[in-house]
Protein backbone atom coordinates (compact mmCIF):
# COMPACT_ATOMS: atom_id res chain seq x y z
CA UNK A 1 0.00 0.00 0.00
CA UNK A 2 1.19 3.63 -0.91
CA UNK A 3 2.39 6.23 2.07
CA UNK A 4 -0.50 8.55 3.00
CA UNK A 5 0.04 12.07 1.43
CA UNK A 6 -1.01 14.66 3.54
CA UNK A 7 -2.54 17.88 1.43
CA UNK A 8 -2.70 20.64 4.25
CA UNK A 9 -6.28 22.29 4.25
CA UNK A 10 -8.54 24.14 7.05
CA UNK A 11 -10.02 21.05 8.64
CA UNK A 12 -13.03 22.98 9.74
CA UNK A 13 -14.23 23.38 6.31
CA UNK A 14 -13.70 19.61 4.72
CA UNK A 15 -16.01 19.94 2.19
CA UNK A 16 -17.97 22.34 -1.02
CA UNK A 17 -20.90 22.97 1.51
CA UNK A 18 -18.96 23.44 4.27
CA UNK A 19 -17.15 26.27 2.21
CA UNK A 20 -20.42 27.49 0.36
CA UNK A 21 -21.99 27.95 3.81
CA UNK A 22 -18.89 30.03 5.59
CA UNK A 23 -19.20 32.11 2.13
CA UNK A 24 -22.55 32.97 2.20
CA UNK A 25 -22.51 34.58 5.43
CA UNK A 26 -19.30 36.94 3.76
CA UNK A 27 -20.54 37.94 0.25
CA UNK A 28 -23.14 40.07 -0.54
CA UNK A 29 -26.58 38.75 -1.57
CA UNK A 30 -26.79 39.89 -4.98
CA UNK A 31 -23.26 38.65 -5.85
CA UNK A 32 -23.70 35.26 -4.36
CA UNK A 33 -26.56 35.29 -6.12
CA UNK A 34 -24.86 35.97 -9.05
CA UNK A 35 -22.41 32.89 -8.23
CA UNK A 36 -25.36 30.70 -7.64
CA UNK A 37 -28.01 31.16 -10.15
CA UNK A 38 -29.14 29.24 -13.05
CA UNK A 39 -31.00 29.53 -16.05
CA UNK A 40 -34.62 30.12 -15.54
CA UNK A 41 -36.43 27.71 -13.18
CA UNK A 42 -32.75 26.23 -12.71
CA UNK A 43 -33.85 22.75 -13.37
CA UNK A 44 -30.42 21.94 -15.43
CA UNK A 45 -28.47 23.64 -12.80
CA UNK A 46 -29.88 20.80 -10.43
CA UNK A 47 -29.24 18.14 -13.03
CA UNK A 48 -25.86 18.93 -13.19
CA UNK A 49 -25.18 17.72 -9.53
CA UNK A 50 -27.87 14.99 -9.06
CA UNK A 51 -26.85 12.89 -12.20
CA UNK A 52 -23.46 12.10 -10.44
CA UNK A 53 -25.13 10.12 -7.79
CA UNK A 54 -26.11 6.92 -10.84
CA UNK A 55 -22.47 6.73 -11.23
CA UNK A 56 -21.38 4.15 -9.36
CA UNK A 57 -17.85 2.49 -8.72
CA UNK A 58 -16.59 -0.78 -7.54
CA UNK A 59 -13.45 -1.29 -5.19
CA UNK A 60 -10.70 -4.23 -5.30
CA UNK A 61 -9.91 -4.54 -1.38
CA UNK A 62 -7.65 -7.21 -2.08
CA UNK A 63 -5.68 -6.13 -5.02
CA UNK A 64 -2.30 -4.87 -4.05
CA UNK A 65 -1.14 -1.31 -6.20
CA UNK A 66 2.12 0.47 -6.38
CA UNK A 67 2.72 4.70 -5.41
CA UNK A 68 -0.82 6.62 -6.09
CA UNK A 69 -0.40 9.05 -8.41
CA UNK A 70 -2.76 11.37 -9.52
CA UNK A 71 -0.99 13.84 -12.03
CA UNK A 72 -2.23 13.93 -15.63
CA UNK A 73 -0.52 15.34 -18.85
CA UNK A 74 -2.27 17.24 -21.45
CA UNK A 75 -1.32 18.87 -24.00
CA UNK A 76 2.11 18.07 -23.40
CA UNK A 77 1.91 19.75 -19.67
CA UNK A 78 1.92 17.79 -16.07
CA UNK A 79 -0.35 18.80 -13.83
CA UNK A 80 -0.11 17.66 -10.52
CA UNK A 81 -3.97 16.95 -10.29
CA UNK A 82 -6.65 15.67 -12.93
CA UNK A 83 -8.79 19.22 -12.45
CA UNK A 84 -8.10 22.99 -12.86
CA UNK A 85 -10.34 26.30 -12.00
CA UNK A 86 -13.51 27.34 -14.52
CA UNK A 87 -13.45 30.35 -16.09
CA UNK A 88 -16.04 32.31 -14.23
CA UNK A 89 -16.66 36.36 -15.22
CA UNK A 90 -16.97 38.99 -12.49
CA UNK A 91 -14.85 36.81 -9.92
CA UNK A 92 -13.98 40.60 -8.39
CA UNK A 93 -17.33 41.24 -7.86
CA UNK A 94 -17.88 38.15 -5.82
CA UNK A 95 -14.73 37.93 -3.91
CA UNK A 96 -12.80 40.88 -4.20
CA UNK A 97 -8.79 39.84 -5.74
CA UNK A 98 -10.14 36.43 -6.47
CA UNK A 99 -9.19 35.50 -10.13
CA UNK A 100 -5.42 36.74 -8.22
CA UNK A 101 -5.43 34.75 -5.57
CA UNK A 102 -7.06 31.70 -7.70
CA UNK A 103 -4.12 32.24 -9.99
CA UNK A 104 -1.58 32.44 -7.52
CA UNK A 105 -3.35 28.98 -5.88
CA UNK A 106 -2.95 27.18 -9.23
CA UNK A 107 0.64 28.10 -9.94
CA UNK A 108 2.13 26.89 -6.35
CA UNK A 109 -0.17 23.63 -6.36
CA UNK A 110 0.14 23.09 -10.53
CA UNK A 111 -3.02 23.02 -11.59
CA UNK A 112 -4.47 25.06 -14.41
CA UNK A 113 -6.84 28.49 -13.71
CA UNK A 114 -8.44 29.41 -16.66
CA UNK A 115 -8.93 33.66 -16.88
CA UNK A 116 -12.78 34.53 -18.62
CA UNK A 117 -12.64 37.61 -21.51
CA UNK A 118 -15.35 39.29 -18.96
CA UNK A 119 -13.28 38.62 -15.56
CA UNK A 120 -12.15 41.27 -13.50
CA UNK A 121 -8.75 41.13 -14.05
CA UNK A 122 -6.23 41.32 -17.16
CA UNK A 123 -4.46 39.57 -19.29
CA UNK A 124 -1.11 40.64 -18.10
CA UNK A 125 -1.59 40.83 -14.22
CA UNK A 126 -3.18 36.90 -14.34
CA UNK A 127 0.26 35.87 -16.86
CA UNK A 128 2.79 37.15 -13.51
CA UNK A 129 0.03 35.91 -10.96
CA UNK A 130 0.35 32.38 -12.49
CA UNK A 131 3.43 32.44 -13.57
CA UNK A 132 2.75 32.18 -17.02
CA UNK A 133 0.61 28.83 -16.59
CA UNK A 134 -3.00 30.05 -16.63
CA UNK A 135 -5.04 28.86 -19.75
CA UNK A 136 -7.82 31.75 -21.64
CA UNK A 137 -11.69 31.35 -22.33
CA UNK A 138 -12.31 34.05 -25.51
CA UNK A 139 -15.41 35.07 -25.65
CA UNK A 140 -15.83 35.72 -29.18
CA UNK A 141 -15.80 39.49 -29.70
CA UNK A 142 -18.27 41.09 -32.57
CA UNK A 143 -15.45 42.85 -34.58
CA UNK A 144 -12.03 40.50 -35.83
CA UNK A 145 -9.68 44.09 -34.53
CA UNK A 146 -10.66 42.69 -31.11
CA UNK A 147 -10.27 39.31 -31.47
CA UNK A 148 -6.71 39.46 -32.99
CA UNK A 149 -5.59 42.40 -30.15
CA UNK A 150 -6.61 39.88 -27.62
CA UNK A 151 -4.76 36.69 -29.42
CA UNK A 152 -1.66 39.41 -29.53
CA UNK A 153 -1.60 39.66 -26.05
CA UNK A 154 -1.97 36.23 -25.12
CA UNK A 155 1.00 35.38 -27.65
CA UNK A 156 3.01 37.53 -26.07
CA UNK A 157 2.60 36.67 -22.10
CA UNK A 158 2.90 32.65 -23.93
CA UNK A 159 -0.32 31.58 -22.40
CA UNK A 160 -0.47 27.80 -23.17
CA UNK A 161 -3.80 27.27 -23.96
CA UNK A 162 -6.47 29.30 -25.45
CA UNK A 163 -10.66 27.98 -24.20
CA UNK A 164 -13.09 29.82 -26.83
CA UNK A 165 -16.57 29.88 -25.20
CA UNK A 166 -19.29 28.55 -27.56
CA UNK A 167 -22.36 28.44 -25.71
CA UNK A 168 -23.00 32.18 -25.26
CA UNK A 169 -24.87 33.19 -28.48
CA UNK A 170 -27.18 35.39 -25.63
CA UNK A 171 -27.02 35.93 -22.30
CA UNK A 172 -29.17 33.00 -20.21
CA UNK A 173 -32.35 34.29 -18.85
CA UNK A 174 -31.29 34.28 -15.13
CA UNK A 175 -34.99 35.85 -13.15
CA UNK A 176 -32.24 36.82 -9.43
CA UNK A 177 -30.04 38.77 -11.90
CA UNK A 178 -32.46 40.48 -13.11
CA UNK A 179 -33.85 41.22 -10.19
CA UNK A 180 -30.49 42.54 -8.34
CA UNK A 181 -29.24 44.57 -11.27
CA UNK A 182 -26.06 41.72 -12.28
CA UNK A 183 -27.69 40.83 -15.85
CA UNK A 184 -24.84 42.32 -18.50
CA UNK A 185 -23.61 44.48 -17.89
CA UNK A 186 -23.79 44.57 -13.91
CA UNK A 187 -24.96 47.80 -12.22
CA UNK A 188 -25.49 48.79 -8.56
CA UNK A 189 -28.75 49.89 -6.95
CA UNK A 190 -29.68 50.76 -3.74
CA UNK A 191 -30.55 47.52 -2.02
CA UNK A 192 -26.95 45.92 -3.15
CA UNK A 193 -25.32 49.20 -1.92
CA UNK A 194 -27.15 48.14 1.74
CA UNK A 195 -26.43 44.53 0.86
CA UNK A 196 -22.69 45.48 0.53
CA UNK A 197 -22.38 47.79 3.78
CA UNK A 198 -23.58 45.13 5.67
CA UNK A 199 -20.78 42.54 4.79
CA UNK A 200 -17.55 44.68 6.17
CA UNK A 201 -14.71 42.18 4.95
CA UNK A 202 -16.34 42.16 1.59
CA UNK A 203 -16.56 46.02 1.15
CA UNK A 204 -13.14 46.83 3.21
CA UNK A 205 -11.52 44.44 0.61
CA UNK A 206 -13.36 46.16 -2.10
CA UNK A 207 -12.21 49.40 -0.72
CA UNK A 208 -7.95 47.92 -0.89
CA UNK A 209 -8.29 46.16 -4.11
CA UNK A 210 -10.92 48.93 -5.95
CA UNK A 211 -14.00 48.58 -7.57
CA UNK A 212 -14.43 45.77 -9.84
CA UNK A 213 -13.62 46.37 -13.54
CA UNK A 214 -13.52 44.30 -17.07
CA UNK A 215 -9.64 43.48 -16.19
CA UNK A 216 -9.40 42.32 -20.20
CA UNK A 217 -11.07 44.69 -22.04
CA UNK A 218 -10.32 48.06 -20.18
CA UNK A 219 -7.52 48.92 -23.10
CA UNK A 220 -10.81 49.10 -25.30
CA UNK A 221 -12.90 50.93 -23.16
CA UNK A 222 -13.26 54.65 -23.06
CA UNK A 223 -12.64 56.12 -19.45
CA UNK A 224 -15.35 57.37 -17.29
CA UNK A 225 -18.31 55.19 -19.30
CA UNK A 226 -21.17 55.30 -17.26
CA UNK A 227 -23.65 52.43 -17.04
CA UNK A 228 -25.82 52.97 -19.78
CA UNK A 229 -22.27 53.60 -21.56
CA UNK A 230 -21.22 50.54 -20.52
CA UNK A 231 -24.02 48.60 -21.68
CA UNK A 232 -24.04 49.51 -25.07
CA UNK A 233 -20.33 48.97 -25.14
CA UNK A 234 -20.82 45.33 -24.37
CA UNK A 235 -23.33 44.96 -26.87
CA UNK A 236 -21.36 46.10 -29.83
CA UNK A 237 -18.77 43.66 -28.36
CA UNK A 238 -20.23 40.53 -27.99
CA UNK A 239 -23.53 40.46 -29.90
CA UNK A 240 -23.36 37.44 -32.18
CA UNK A 241 -22.97 33.76 -31.79
CA UNK A 242 -19.48 31.60 -32.67
CA UNK A 243 -20.14 29.23 -35.73
CA UNK A 244 -17.93 27.08 -37.37
CA UNK A 245 -16.19 29.96 -40.02
CA UNK A 246 -15.28 31.93 -36.65
CA UNK A 247 -13.63 29.32 -35.31
CA UNK A 248 -11.63 28.35 -38.02
CA UNK A 249 -10.42 31.73 -38.52
CA UNK A 250 -8.79 31.21 -34.72
CA UNK A 251 -7.22 27.85 -35.15
CA UNK A 252 -5.71 29.05 -38.59
CA UNK A 253 -4.16 32.02 -35.97
CA UNK A 254 -3.95 30.04 -32.99
CA UNK A 255 -1.33 27.82 -33.64
CA UNK A 256 -1.29 26.25 -29.53
CA UNK A 257 -3.95 24.19 -28.09
CA UNK A 258 -7.19 25.47 -29.30
CA UNK A 259 -9.95 24.17 -26.75
CA UNK A 260 -13.76 24.78 -27.30
CA UNK A 261 -15.76 24.61 -23.94
CA UNK A 262 -19.77 24.56 -24.35
CA UNK A 263 -19.97 21.33 -26.96
CA UNK A 264 -22.30 18.52 -25.78
CA UNK A 265 -23.54 17.09 -29.02
CA UNK A 266 -22.38 14.53 -31.56
CA UNK A 267 -23.00 17.64 -34.56
CA UNK A 268 -20.91 19.95 -32.71
CA UNK A 269 -17.47 17.30 -31.67
CA UNK A 270 -17.54 16.12 -35.33
CA UNK A 271 -17.13 19.83 -36.84
CA UNK A 272 -14.75 20.31 -34.13
CA UNK A 273 -12.76 16.97 -35.31
CA UNK A 274 -13.20 18.40 -38.83
CA UNK A 275 -11.53 21.96 -37.81
CA UNK A 276 -8.54 20.66 -36.15
CA UNK A 277 -9.41 21.67 -32.41
CA UNK A 278 -7.24 19.80 -30.00
CA UNK A 279 -9.97 19.24 -27.07
CA UNK A 280 -13.16 19.88 -25.89
CA UNK A 281 -14.45 21.04 -22.42
CA UNK A 282 -18.29 19.80 -22.12
CA UNK A 283 -20.13 22.03 -20.07
CA UNK A 284 -23.32 23.62 -20.50
CA UNK A 285 -21.76 26.88 -18.69
CA UNK A 286 -22.59 25.42 -14.76
CA UNK A 287 -26.87 25.46 -15.94
CA UNK A 288 -26.93 29.29 -16.94
CA UNK A 289 -27.55 28.93 -20.42
CA UNK A 290 -30.34 26.25 -21.23
CA UNK A 291 -32.51 24.95 -18.30
CA UNK A 292 -34.05 22.61 -20.87
CA UNK A 293 -30.92 20.53 -22.08
CA UNK A 294 -29.57 17.77 -20.12
CA UNK A 295 -26.40 18.05 -17.44
CA UNK A 296 -23.18 18.07 -18.40
CA UNK A 297 -21.96 14.63 -17.35
CA UNK A 298 -24.89 13.33 -19.57
CA UNK A 299 -23.54 15.07 -22.55
CA UNK A 300 -19.77 13.51 -21.63
CA UNK A 301 -21.27 10.14 -20.93
CA UNK A 302 -22.10 9.82 -24.58
CA UNK A 303 -19.49 11.78 -26.44
CA UNK A 304 -16.53 10.08 -24.67
CA UNK A 305 -18.12 6.49 -25.34
CA UNK A 306 -17.65 7.31 -29.03
CA UNK A 307 -14.18 5.97 -29.62
CA UNK A 308 -14.33 7.66 -32.71
CA UNK A 309 -13.94 11.12 -31.31
CA UNK A 310 -12.06 10.13 -28.06
CA UNK A 311 -9.24 8.69 -30.43
CA UNK A 312 -8.98 11.67 -32.10
CA UNK A 313 -9.82 14.89 -29.47
CA UNK A 314 -9.06 15.77 -25.95
CA UNK A 315 -12.46 15.26 -24.18
CA UNK A 316 -13.09 17.42 -20.92
CA UNK A 317 -15.55 18.34 -18.62
CA UNK A 318 -17.29 21.23 -17.38
CA UNK A 319 -19.81 21.41 -13.99
CA UNK A 320 -21.79 19.96 -11.51
CA UNK A 321 -18.77 18.41 -9.74
CA UNK A 322 -18.20 18.67 -6.02
CA UNK A 323 -16.34 16.41 -4.73
CA UNK A 324 -13.79 14.14 -5.52
CA UNK A 325 -15.73 11.35 -5.60
CA UNK A 326 -17.60 13.02 -8.32
CA UNK A 327 -14.08 13.34 -10.25
CA UNK A 328 -13.52 10.00 -9.84
CA UNK A 329 -16.94 9.55 -11.29
CA UNK A 330 -16.13 11.86 -14.22
CA UNK A 331 -13.03 9.98 -14.83
CA UNK A 332 -14.55 6.29 -14.88
CA UNK A 333 -16.97 7.59 -17.95
CA UNK A 334 -14.36 8.75 -19.61
CA UNK A 335 -13.37 12.33 -18.64
CA UNK A 336 -9.38 13.01 -19.66
CA UNK A 337 -9.65 16.22 -17.32
CA UNK A 338 -12.09 18.26 -15.33
CA UNK A 339 -12.87 21.93 -14.60
CA UNK A 340 -14.80 22.97 -11.79
CA UNK A 341 -15.69 26.87 -10.96
CA UNK A 342 -18.25 27.91 -8.13
CA UNK A 343 -16.37 25.73 -5.63
CA UNK A 344 -13.18 27.28 -6.10
CA UNK A 345 -15.35 30.96 -5.43
CA UNK A 346 -16.85 29.42 -2.34
CA UNK A 347 -13.20 28.74 -1.00
CA UNK A 348 -11.89 32.25 -1.55
CA UNK A 349 -15.58 34.02 -0.59
CA UNK A 350 -15.08 32.22 3.23
CA UNK A 351 -11.08 31.42 3.82
CA UNK A 352 -10.05 34.94 0.94
CA UNK A 353 -6.61 34.85 0.21
CA UNK A 354 -6.35 30.94 1.87
CA UNK A 355 -9.48 29.85 0.16
CA UNK A 356 -7.46 28.62 -3.38
CA UNK A 357 -4.54 26.77 -1.84
CA UNK A 358 -7.57 25.67 0.81
CA UNK A 359 -9.89 24.02 -1.72
CA UNK A 360 -7.23 22.62 -4.27
CA UNK A 361 -5.73 20.57 -1.58
CA UNK A 362 -9.33 19.81 -0.37
CA UNK A 363 -10.21 18.09 -3.76
CA UNK A 364 -6.82 16.31 -3.52
CA UNK A 365 -7.36 14.81 -0.42
CA UNK A 366 -10.48 13.63 -1.32
CA UNK A 367 -9.56 12.41 -4.65
CA UNK A 368 -6.23 10.33 -2.56
CA UNK A 369 -8.54 8.41 -0.51
CA UNK A 370 -11.34 7.14 -3.23
CA UNK A 371 -8.02 6.04 -4.89
CA UNK A 372 -7.65 4.21 -2.11
CA UNK A 373 -10.76 2.92 -1.63
CA UNK A 374 -10.58 1.63 -5.29
CA UNK A 375 -7.58 0.61 -5.10
CA UNK A 376 -5.93 2.09 -7.98
CA UNK A 377 -3.07 4.62 -8.63
CA UNK A 378 -3.28 6.32 -11.46
CA UNK A 379 -6.02 8.32 -12.84
CA UNK A 380 -6.54 6.74 -16.18
CA UNK A 381 -7.58 3.32 -13.93
CA UNK A 382 -10.80 4.92 -12.84
CA UNK A 383 -13.03 3.25 -16.36
CA UNK A 384 -11.81 -0.20 -14.78
CA UNK A 385 -13.78 0.73 -11.25
CA UNK A 386 -17.51 1.43 -12.91
CA UNK A 387 -20.18 -0.74 -12.45
CA UNK A 388 -22.42 -1.52 -15.57
Same mark, same amino acid.
Given at each position: ?178 ? !??? /???? #??? @? ?6 ? %? ?30 QLGQFMNRTFTGKVDAEKVKAIRDIWKGPLVLKGITTQEDIEECIKIGVDGIIVSNHGGRQIDAGESSIRS????? !??? /???? #??? @? ?6 ? %? ?65
Amino acid at each position: MSKKLIFPYNSKYPSVEDLRKKAKTRIPKFAFDYLEGGANEGLNLSRNETDFDDILLKPYYLKKIDEIDMSVEIFGQKYAAPFGISPIGLQGLMWPNAPEILAKASAKLKIPYTLSTVSTAGIENIAKASEGTFWFQLYHPTENRLRDDILDRLKAVECPVLVVLVDVPAFGLRYKEIK !SGL /SMPP #KMN @IENIFQAF %SHPTWSLKTLQYGIPNFGVLKPYMEKGMDMSQLGQFMNRTFTGKVDAEKVKAIRDIWKGPLVLKGITTQEDIEECIKIGVDGIIVSNHGGRQIDAGESSIRSLIKLA !SNP /SYSS #KIK @IMLDGGMR %SGVDLARAHAVGSEFNFMGRPFMYGVGALGDEGGEHTINMFKTHLYQIMQQLSIDRIDKFPERLLP
